[in-house]
Protein backbone atom coordinates (compact mmCIF):
# COMPACT_ATOMS: atom_id res chain seq x y z
CA UNK A 1 0.00 0.00 0.00
CA UNK A 2 1.31 3.25 -1.10
CA UNK A 3 1.32 6.73 0.77
CA UNK A 4 -0.31 9.89 -0.41
CA UNK A 5 1.23 11.14 -3.16
CA UNK A 6 2.85 14.41 -2.54
CA UNK A 7 3.20 17.29 -5.41
CA UNK A 8 5.58 19.83 -5.97
CA UNK A 9 4.32 23.69 -5.27
CA UNK A 10 5.27 25.76 -8.28
CA UNK A 11 7.56 27.88 -7.86
CA UNK A 12 7.12 31.60 -7.40
CA UNK A 13 9.04 34.78 -8.35
CA UNK A 14 10.04 34.74 -4.69
CA UNK A 15 11.17 31.30 -4.51
CA UNK A 16 12.95 31.26 -7.76
CA UNK A 17 14.80 34.42 -6.60
CA UNK A 18 15.91 32.72 -3.47
CA UNK A 19 17.25 29.78 -5.04
CA UNK A 20 19.08 31.97 -7.37
CA UNK A 21 20.23 34.40 -5.11
CA UNK A 22 19.01 37.11 -7.19
CA UNK A 23 16.10 40.21 -6.27
CA UNK A 24 13.08 39.83 -6.85
CA UNK A 25 13.42 42.88 -9.51
CA UNK A 26 15.79 40.73 -11.46
CA UNK A 27 13.52 37.54 -12.14
CA UNK A 28 10.85 40.40 -13.26
CA UNK A 29 13.04 42.15 -15.23
CA UNK A 30 14.10 38.75 -17.34
CA UNK A 31 10.54 38.50 -18.28
CA UNK A 32 9.73 42.33 -18.76
CA UNK A 33 12.62 44.08 -19.08
CA UNK A 34 15.32 41.73 -20.55
CA UNK A 35 17.50 44.63 -22.20
CA UNK A 36 17.91 45.37 -18.01
CA UNK A 37 20.25 42.02 -17.76
CA UNK A 38 23.39 40.50 -19.19
CA UNK A 39 22.58 37.92 -21.73
CA UNK A 40 24.32 34.99 -19.32
CA UNK A 41 22.54 36.39 -16.20
CA UNK A 42 18.97 36.37 -18.28
CA UNK A 43 19.74 32.97 -19.47
CA UNK A 44 20.51 31.79 -16.24
CA UNK A 45 17.12 32.98 -14.69
CA UNK A 46 14.61 31.39 -17.39
CA UNK A 47 16.68 28.36 -17.44
CA UNK A 48 16.27 27.82 -13.48
CA UNK A 49 12.62 28.94 -14.31
CA UNK A 50 12.19 26.33 -16.40
CA UNK A 51 13.83 23.60 -13.86
CA UNK A 52 12.11 24.70 -11.25
CA UNK A 53 8.72 24.79 -13.03
CA UNK A 54 8.20 28.82 -12.49
CA UNK A 55 5.57 29.82 -15.38
CA UNK A 56 6.45 33.68 -15.23
CA UNK A 57 4.79 36.43 -14.20
CA UNK A 58 0.83 36.12 -13.86
CA UNK A 59 -1.09 38.03 -16.80
CA UNK A 60 -3.53 39.27 -15.69
CA UNK A 61 -1.61 40.80 -12.15
CA UNK A 62 1.11 42.45 -14.83
CA UNK A 63 -1.91 43.89 -16.70
CA UNK A 64 -3.34 45.22 -14.02
CA UNK A 65 -0.34 47.20 -12.78
CA UNK A 66 0.66 48.04 -16.04
CA UNK A 67 -2.66 48.91 -17.12
CA UNK A 68 -2.11 47.68 -20.72
CA UNK A 69 -3.30 44.39 -22.00
CA UNK A 70 -0.58 43.26 -24.73
CA UNK A 71 -3.32 42.71 -27.48
CA UNK A 72 -5.05 44.60 -29.88
CA UNK A 73 -8.62 44.11 -30.93
CA UNK A 74 -10.05 43.46 -34.26
CA UNK A 75 -13.89 44.40 -34.27
CA UNK A 76 -15.35 42.52 -37.34
CA UNK A 77 -19.05 43.01 -38.68
CA UNK A 78 -19.84 39.84 -39.18
CA UNK A 79 -19.57 36.17 -37.85
CA UNK A 80 -15.98 35.55 -36.12
CA UNK A 81 -15.92 32.58 -38.81
CA UNK A 82 -16.21 35.53 -41.92
CA UNK A 83 -12.42 36.25 -41.17
CA UNK A 84 -11.54 32.65 -42.13
CA UNK A 85 -13.91 32.04 -44.85
CA UNK A 86 -13.85 36.08 -46.66
CA UNK A 87 -10.64 36.41 -48.68
CA UNK A 88 -10.52 40.04 -48.55
CA UNK A 89 -10.99 40.19 -44.64
CA UNK A 90 -8.09 37.17 -44.77
CA UNK A 91 -5.53 39.16 -46.75
CA UNK A 92 -6.39 42.11 -44.30
CA UNK A 93 -6.37 39.97 -40.98
CA UNK A 94 -3.01 38.42 -42.30
CA UNK A 95 -1.87 42.22 -42.63
CA UNK A 96 -2.39 43.07 -39.46
CA UNK A 97 -1.29 39.97 -37.62
CA UNK A 98 2.50 40.58 -39.59
CA UNK A 99 1.98 44.21 -37.92
CA UNK A 100 1.64 43.05 -34.03
CA UNK A 101 3.63 39.98 -34.33
CA UNK A 102 6.41 42.82 -35.11
CA UNK A 103 5.45 44.71 -31.99
CA UNK A 104 5.10 41.46 -29.87
CA UNK A 105 1.19 42.48 -29.28
CA UNK A 106 -1.63 39.88 -29.04
CA UNK A 107 -4.41 39.92 -31.76
CA UNK A 108 -7.91 39.22 -30.34
CA UNK A 109 -11.10 38.99 -32.78
CA UNK A 110 -14.17 40.67 -31.65
CA UNK A 111 -17.17 39.94 -33.65
CA UNK A 112 -20.07 41.85 -34.10
CA UNK A 113 -22.82 41.07 -36.21
CA UNK A 114 -24.80 43.17 -38.00
CA UNK A 115 -28.32 41.76 -36.71
CA UNK A 116 -27.15 41.84 -32.88
CA UNK A 117 -26.87 44.95 -30.84
CA UNK A 118 -25.27 43.30 -27.89
CA UNK A 119 -22.23 45.22 -27.34
CA UNK A 120 -20.68 43.38 -24.57
CA UNK A 121 -17.94 41.83 -26.17
CA UNK A 122 -16.72 45.25 -27.13
CA UNK A 123 -17.07 46.37 -23.37
CA UNK A 124 -15.15 42.98 -22.01
CA UNK A 125 -12.39 43.15 -24.37
CA UNK A 126 -9.29 43.10 -23.03
CA UNK A 127 -7.45 45.24 -25.26
CA UNK A 128 -5.01 48.56 -25.36
CA UNK A 129 -6.50 49.86 -28.55
CA UNK A 130 -9.33 48.78 -31.89
CA UNK A 131 -8.65 48.59 -35.31
CA UNK A 132 -11.98 48.51 -37.12
CA UNK A 133 -13.04 46.29 -40.04
CA UNK A 134 -15.79 48.06 -42.13
CA UNK A 135 -18.61 48.80 -40.47
CA UNK A 136 -21.71 50.76 -40.89
CA UNK A 137 -22.27 54.65 -39.71
CA UNK A 138 -25.02 53.50 -37.39
CA UNK A 139 -23.03 50.63 -35.99
CA UNK A 140 -23.62 49.93 -32.27
CA UNK A 141 -20.34 48.04 -31.89
CA UNK A 142 -18.51 51.01 -33.32
CA UNK A 143 -20.05 53.41 -30.85
CA UNK A 144 -19.34 51.43 -27.70
CA UNK A 145 -15.58 51.26 -28.90
CA UNK A 146 -15.71 54.84 -29.48
CA UNK A 147 -16.41 55.00 -25.70
CA UNK A 148 -13.57 52.83 -24.84
CA UNK A 149 -10.55 55.60 -23.40
CA UNK A 150 -8.09 53.45 -26.23
CA UNK A 151 -7.08 54.67 -29.52
CA UNK A 152 -9.10 53.46 -32.70
CA UNK A 153 -8.33 52.84 -36.15
CA UNK A 154 -10.98 52.04 -38.38
CA UNK A 155 -10.26 50.25 -42.03
CA UNK A 156 -12.73 51.58 -44.96
CA UNK A 157 -15.60 52.35 -43.25
CA UNK A 158 -17.15 54.33 -41.74
CA UNK A 159 -15.09 57.44 -43.05
CA UNK A 160 -14.74 60.88 -41.64
CA UNK A 161 -15.11 59.96 -37.68
CA UNK A 162 -13.17 63.11 -36.04
CA UNK A 163 -10.47 62.06 -33.92
CA UNK A 164 -10.06 58.52 -34.92
CA UNK A 165 -7.28 57.39 -37.96
CA UNK A 166 -8.07 55.63 -40.93
CA UNK A 167 -6.64 53.12 -43.60
CA UNK A 168 -8.68 52.92 -47.22
CA UNK A 169 -9.11 52.96 -50.97
CA UNK A 170 -10.13 55.86 -53.32
CA UNK A 171 -13.43 53.58 -53.84
CA UNK A 172 -15.38 55.57 -55.81
CA UNK A 173 -12.00 56.48 -58.23
CA UNK A 174 -12.02 52.66 -58.32
CA UNK A 175 -15.06 52.48 -59.86
CA UNK A 176 -15.27 55.53 -61.76
CA UNK A 177 -12.48 53.84 -63.91
CA UNK A 178 -14.41 50.41 -64.15
CA UNK A 179 -17.41 52.21 -65.45
CA UNK A 180 -15.29 54.58 -67.79
CA UNK A 181 -13.64 51.66 -68.95
CA UNK A 182 -16.99 49.34 -69.39
CA UNK A 183 -18.61 52.70 -71.42
CA UNK A 184 -15.35 52.92 -73.40
CA UNK A 185 -16.33 48.70 -74.69
CA UNK A 186 -19.71 50.44 -75.99
CA UNK A 187 -21.42 48.83 -72.69
CA UNK A 188 -24.75 51.09 -72.17
CA UNK A 189 -27.18 48.73 -70.62
CA UNK A 190 -25.49 47.61 -67.56
CA UNK A 191 -26.56 46.10 -64.33
CA UNK A 192 -25.47 46.22 -60.90
CA UNK A 193 -25.09 43.91 -58.27
CA UNK A 194 -24.54 45.42 -55.05
CA UNK A 195 -23.32 44.39 -50.95
CA UNK A 196 -25.53 45.65 -48.19
CA UNK A 197 -26.40 49.17 -47.99
CA UNK A 198 -27.18 49.01 -43.97
CA UNK A 199 -27.84 47.02 -40.75
CA UNK A 200 -31.28 45.97 -42.10
CA UNK A 201 -31.55 43.40 -44.00
CA UNK A 202 -32.85 44.04 -47.77
CA UNK A 203 -32.52 41.72 -50.61
CA UNK A 204 -34.01 43.56 -54.15
CA UNK A 205 -33.66 46.62 -56.18
CA UNK A 206 -32.63 50.16 -54.56
CA UNK A 207 -33.61 53.22 -55.78
CA UNK A 208 -31.14 56.32 -56.38
CA UNK A 209 -32.71 57.69 -52.89
CA UNK A 210 -31.79 54.47 -50.88
CA UNK A 211 -28.08 54.71 -52.37
CA UNK A 212 -27.83 57.55 -51.05
CA UNK A 213 -28.82 57.00 -47.54
CA UNK A 214 -26.32 54.24 -46.99
CA UNK A 215 -24.62 53.63 -44.05
CA UNK A 216 -22.10 51.76 -46.26
CA UNK A 217 -19.96 54.75 -46.99
CA UNK A 218 -17.33 52.28 -49.04
CA UNK A 219 -20.90 50.61 -50.63
CA UNK A 220 -21.91 54.59 -51.38
CA UNK A 221 -19.38 55.52 -53.05
CA UNK A 222 -18.91 52.78 -55.20
CA UNK A 223 -21.75 53.38 -56.61
CA UNK A 224 -21.04 57.19 -56.86
CA UNK A 225 -18.09 56.37 -59.01
CA UNK A 226 -20.55 54.18 -61.30
CA UNK A 227 -22.62 56.61 -61.56
CA UNK A 228 -20.16 59.42 -62.35
CA UNK A 229 -19.00 57.59 -65.19
CA UNK A 230 -22.29 56.56 -66.80
CA UNK A 231 -23.45 59.85 -66.42
CA UNK A 232 -20.60 61.03 -68.42
CA UNK A 233 -21.65 58.75 -71.20
CA UNK A 234 -25.39 60.08 -70.98
CA UNK A 235 -27.22 57.00 -69.43
CA UNK A 236 -29.35 57.88 -66.98
CA UNK A 237 -28.49 56.44 -63.41
CA UNK A 238 -32.14 56.33 -62.50
CA UNK A 239 -32.47 53.84 -65.59
CA UNK A 240 -29.70 51.52 -64.68
CA UNK A 241 -30.66 48.95 -62.22
CA UNK A 242 -29.05 48.19 -58.74
CA UNK A 243 -30.05 44.94 -57.47
CA UNK A 244 -29.10 44.51 -53.35
CA UNK A 245 -27.91 41.28 -51.81
CA UNK A 246 -27.01 41.60 -47.86
CA UNK A 247 -25.48 38.52 -47.69
CA UNK A 248 -21.43 38.76 -49.01
CA UNK A 249 -21.26 35.20 -50.79
CA UNK A 250 -21.04 33.79 -54.14
CA UNK A 251 -24.39 32.37 -53.68
CA UNK A 252 -25.83 35.95 -53.09
CA UNK A 253 -24.04 37.01 -55.63
CA UNK A 254 -25.69 34.27 -58.30
CA UNK A 255 -28.69 34.61 -56.93
CA UNK A 256 -28.80 38.55 -57.44
CA UNK A 257 -27.27 37.89 -60.85
CA UNK A 258 -30.49 35.78 -61.27
CA UNK A 259 -32.51 38.97 -60.58
CA UNK A 260 -31.03 41.24 -62.86
CA UNK A 261 -30.75 38.85 -66.21
CA UNK A 262 -34.68 38.09 -65.22
CA UNK A 263 -35.69 41.56 -65.17
CA UNK A 264 -33.69 43.13 -67.74
CA UNK A 265 -32.71 40.49 -70.14
CA UNK A 266 -31.02 42.94 -72.65
CA UNK A 267 -28.14 43.86 -70.26
CA UNK A 268 -24.40 43.36 -71.57
CA UNK A 269 -22.53 43.75 -68.40
CA UNK A 270 -23.24 42.91 -64.84
CA UNK A 271 -20.96 45.21 -62.28
CA UNK A 272 -20.44 43.53 -59.19
CA UNK A 273 -18.95 46.18 -55.77
CA UNK A 274 -17.07 42.63 -54.64
CA UNK A 275 -15.66 40.32 -56.54
CA UNK A 276 -17.08 37.79 -53.84
CA UNK A 277 -20.54 38.29 -55.77
CA UNK A 278 -19.29 38.50 -59.08
CA UNK A 279 -18.08 35.02 -59.20
CA UNK A 280 -21.53 34.39 -58.07
CA UNK A 281 -22.90 36.34 -61.11
CA UNK A 282 -19.78 34.08 -63.26
CA UNK A 283 -21.41 30.99 -62.19
CA UNK A 284 -25.27 32.20 -62.47
CA UNK A 285 -24.54 32.74 -66.35
CA UNK A 286 -22.74 29.47 -66.65
CA UNK A 287 -25.95 28.27 -65.37
CA UNK A 288 -27.63 29.59 -67.76
CA UNK A 289 -25.51 29.05 -71.15
CA UNK A 290 -24.54 32.42 -71.40
CA UNK A 291 -21.03 33.29 -72.74
CA UNK A 292 -18.52 35.25 -70.98
CA UNK A 293 -17.75 37.33 -71.86
CA UNK A 294 -19.11 37.08 -75.81
CA UNK A 295 -22.82 37.27 -74.42
CA UNK A 296 -22.22 38.94 -70.99
CA UNK A 297 -19.42 40.90 -69.66
CA UNK A 298 -19.07 40.80 -65.92
CA UNK A 299 -16.76 42.76 -63.46
CA UNK A 300 -16.10 43.01 -59.53
CA UNK A 301 -14.21 45.18 -57.14
CA UNK A 302 -11.35 43.90 -54.70
CA UNK A 303 -8.78 41.78 -56.78
CA UNK A 304 -9.08 38.67 -54.20
CA UNK A 305 -6.97 35.35 -55.11
CA UNK A 306 -9.81 33.38 -56.93
CA UNK A 307 -11.00 36.89 -58.86
CA UNK A 308 -7.02 36.70 -60.60
CA UNK A 309 -7.75 32.89 -60.96
CA UNK A 310 -10.51 32.74 -63.26
CA UNK A 311 -9.46 36.40 -65.00
CA UNK A 312 -12.10 38.31 -63.65
CA UNK A 313 -12.23 42.42 -64.65
CA UNK A 314 -11.79 43.91 -61.50
CA UNK A 315 -10.54 46.47 -59.43
CA UNK A 316 -7.69 45.36 -57.05
CA UNK A 317 -7.07 46.74 -53.74
CA UNK A 318 -4.02 45.80 -51.50
CA UNK A 319 -5.79 43.83 -48.67
CA UNK A 320 -2.65 42.91 -46.64
CA UNK A 321 -1.11 46.33 -47.08
CA UNK A 322 -4.28 47.88 -45.33
CA UNK A 323 -3.77 45.34 -42.70
CA UNK A 324 -0.60 46.51 -42.28
CA UNK A 325 -0.78 50.27 -42.53
CA UNK A 326 -3.79 49.47 -39.67
CA UNK A 327 -1.67 48.19 -36.91
CA UNK A 328 1.12 50.57 -38.13
CA UNK A 329 -0.91 53.10 -37.18
CA UNK A 330 -1.83 52.01 -34.11
CA UNK A 331 0.93 50.38 -32.55
CA UNK A 332 3.53 53.19 -33.87
CA UNK A 333 1.26 56.12 -32.76
CA UNK A 334 3.03 57.21 -29.89
CA UNK A 335 2.20 60.48 -28.20
CA UNK A 336 0.49 61.38 -31.72
CA UNK A 337 -2.22 63.19 -31.02
CA UNK A 338 -3.61 64.17 -34.66
CA UNK A 339 -5.46 61.50 -36.64
CA UNK A 340 -3.62 60.06 -39.41
CA UNK A 341 -5.75 58.79 -43.01
CA UNK A 342 -3.94 56.81 -45.36
CA UNK A 343 -5.21 56.18 -48.52
CA UNK A 344 -3.77 53.52 -50.82
CA UNK A 345 -3.73 52.68 -54.46
CA UNK A 346 -6.22 51.01 -56.23
CA UNK A 347 -5.60 49.69 -59.93
CA UNK A 348 -8.23 48.34 -62.98
CA UNK A 349 -7.28 44.77 -63.56
CA UNK A 350 -8.61 44.08 -67.76
CA UNK A 351 -9.34 40.43 -67.56
CA UNK A 352 -11.02 37.74 -69.36
CA UNK A 353 -14.71 38.38 -68.19
CA UNK A 354 -15.24 41.61 -70.33
CA UNK A 355 -15.02 42.43 -73.95
CA UNK A 356 -16.33 45.42 -76.55
CA UNK A 357 -19.55 45.14 -78.28
CA UNK A 358 -18.43 44.70 -81.51
CA UNK A 359 -21.23 44.93 -84.03
CA UNK A 360 -23.07 48.55 -84.74
CA UNK A 361 -26.40 46.92 -83.28
CA UNK A 362 -25.01 45.97 -79.78
CA UNK A 363 -24.44 49.63 -78.88
CA UNK A 364 -27.32 51.07 -76.82
CA UNK A 365 -27.90 54.81 -75.84
CA UNK A 366 -30.27 53.90 -73.36
CA UNK A 367 -33.42 51.13 -72.49
Keep these: MTGPQHTRRPATLASLAAELGVSRTTVSNAYNRPDQLSAPLRERVLEAARRLGYPGPDPVAR ?31 EGLAL ?24 YQAGVDGFVVYSVSEDDPHFRAVLQRPVPTVVCDQPAGVEGVDRVGVDDRAGTLALGRYLVELGHRRIGVLCMR ?17 STYSVQRERLAGLREAFTEAGVSWSAVPVIERFEHSAEAGADGAAALLDAYPG ?51 PFREKGREA ?27 TRALRQSGEFFSGW
Excluded at 63 to 90: C, I, N
Excluded at 267 to 292: F, K, M, N, P, Y
Design 99 to 122: ACEKAGTGLLLVPASPEHSDVDSV
Design 267 to 317: ITAVVCTSDILALGALGEARERGLRVPEDLSIAGFDGVPEADRVGLTTVRQ
Design 63 to 93: SLRTRRAGAVGLLLTEALSYAFRDPGATGFL
Design 327 to 353: GRLLLERGDRNVSEHVTLPTELVVGTT
Design 197 to 213: LSSQRHDGPVDPERQGR
